[in-house]
């Protein structure tokens, strides 16, 4: 007998277990209790759809389910569904019943038809058709609070918001009475406005002039969470309305008041960062982080890693986080923790060509050589395609700085470079760019920056800004030339070495395996493991010029 049973197909629904049977007084022995009306339906074949019927009729036994507050035609649709294996039916009047019942009773087959019909709706939605929208937001919102599910509500934002012009039809009719919008049906509609805000600006200032300019508890609640990202020039006008609506109130509480003023501060701050915004850029080929090179144990996998990063943009990159790698794993000076190969040396050189990378300049490379480095730069030098001999596109800072100068001050790096070494510019002797820093105020954050200087407001008199410097934003490769005691450590490369910040003991400035004393300690060594295992520890007597290549 359990033989047999195993060989009997398990039922799987949507299935045809034939509509004729429906309401059959002999076959049906589930009762749907309506307000005024019983629909009857057979037990088994509404367990087979749904989990909720099968624990109500299996395990406690019952016969009949009340079903008084939707509508006859959404259960007989839900009941003929259950036999016949097909929706049929579904349409704009009864959707709100059958999405609920469907999920009420988990028809899992049924609630995907339901969404299925509820997408087609959404996609050919017009941009002009209000009625149109405002059905589709109010099933979404009813789905959203009622039946706790977003996926409806996401299809509705992805479309209006896949069109600018549905989105400000929408809000601007949506919102032409904020008295019937609730806190949750804004914070939609806020998410619609994210990327256009100021539609939602015009809304707010609408009512203002609609209430003689009164704050009602909406208009209170969208203006403490205005973000004023779109407080550009282009809408800038439709803010400064508002806050010319805003000054009009008449008699506004103390609460009142405070808010305003809260919004008018945050304004001014989104102007300002706007403004900074289109002022500064930064640096993308700087602050890198070494723990991903420094988590590579096998020259291999550091040769992979650096074929695929996107993050190697120029062969400066590249030959940086390879000298580096070198540098922080040797055993000792004298004593590297590989050797470099040919065969590696070839994959550097094919990736170079097949990217048009630039050739390493000979006198970016000055200095390094080194035991620990295993052969790297005798192998680069021996490759001619590799080098380049005759040129050099390195712009050193005007000025140098000492290490409090340069890390825990907010200041200007003034680079430049002579007639037709970049740009053909009839004034002789002060092209040039700015570089702006932003001071570390604290031990291992994202304090410091350095951002080229992009709007020619910004400079001095002795400089002369050149457009195209925006465009040298991708190509310049920042290194540091330090030097002590009269003798120059010439284009130390800290591409990936993070941001520089204090140490925990106050002591020490470090950027990588760069460290300075912060004041008063004039001695410096090499490899003192204090604070970096195999770093380099200068005196608070060391100047230090910034060096860009262009590469």
Partial sequence: MNRMASLVPCIQVPMNFGLEYLGSPSHDNLKFLLKDEVLLANSAIMSFNSPVIKKVTVELYQTEIEVKELSKSAVQCFLEASYSGTLKDI?????????????????????????????????????????????????????????????????VINKFTSSATCTQYFVTKYLSDF?????????????????????????????????????????????????????????????????????????????????????????????????????????????????????????????????????????????????????????????????????????????MQSRGWKPLELVYMKQKNRLYLGGLIDKIQRKASMVSENCSNGISSISEYSPEELFARDHDIKFKFQQGSITNCSKEGDCGFILRVTAATGKNDDSFNIQLVVDPNLYPDDIHFHRESHMLIDNINFTLDITLEGTTYNTQPITWYGRPCQDKTDKYWHWGRHCFWKRGETIWSRGRGDPLKKGTLYSSTAKIRPVVYIV
């Fill in 91 to 155: 349409s704009k009047l009864n959707f709100r019943d059958l999405n609920k019942i469907f999920h009420v009773f988990e028809v899992k087959w049924l609630i995907e038809k339901c969404f299925e019909y509820f997408q087609e709706l959404t996609e050919s939605v017009r941009e002009d058709n209000f009625d149109e929208q405002s059905f589709l937001f109010d099933e979404a919102m009813y789905t959203l609070e009622k039946l706790k599910k977003r996926t409806f509500i996401d299809v």
């Fill in 179 to 351: 008295s019937s919008c609730s806190t949750k049906n804004i914070d939609v509609i806020m998410e619609l406005t994210a990327n256009q805000e100021h539609v939602l600006v015009e809304a707010l200032i609408n009512n203002l002039e609609k209430t003689e300019n009164t704050l009602d508890q909406t208009s209170r609640y969208i203006l403490q969470r205005l973000t004023y990202k779109d407080c550009s020039s282009t809408y800038e006008t439709v803010y400064q309305r508002l806050f010319e609506k805003l000054a009009e109130l008449e008699n506004p509480t103390t609460e009142d008041f405070r808010l305003v003023v809260r919004a008018l501060q945050q304004y001014n701050k989104a102007q300002k960062e706007i403004k900074n915004s289109m002022s500064y850029v930064a640096l993308p080929n700087l602050f890198l982080d070494f723990q991903q090179l420094n988590n590579i144990h096998d020259l291999d996998e550091l040769t992979a890693f650096l074929i695929e990063s996107p993050m190697i943009k120029n062969s400066y990159i590249f030959f940086d986080s390879v000298f580096n790698w070198l540098c922080e794993k040797r055993i000792d000076n004298n004593t590297p923790f590989v050797s470099i190969r040919d065969e590696f040396i070839e994959k550097f050189a094919h990736t």
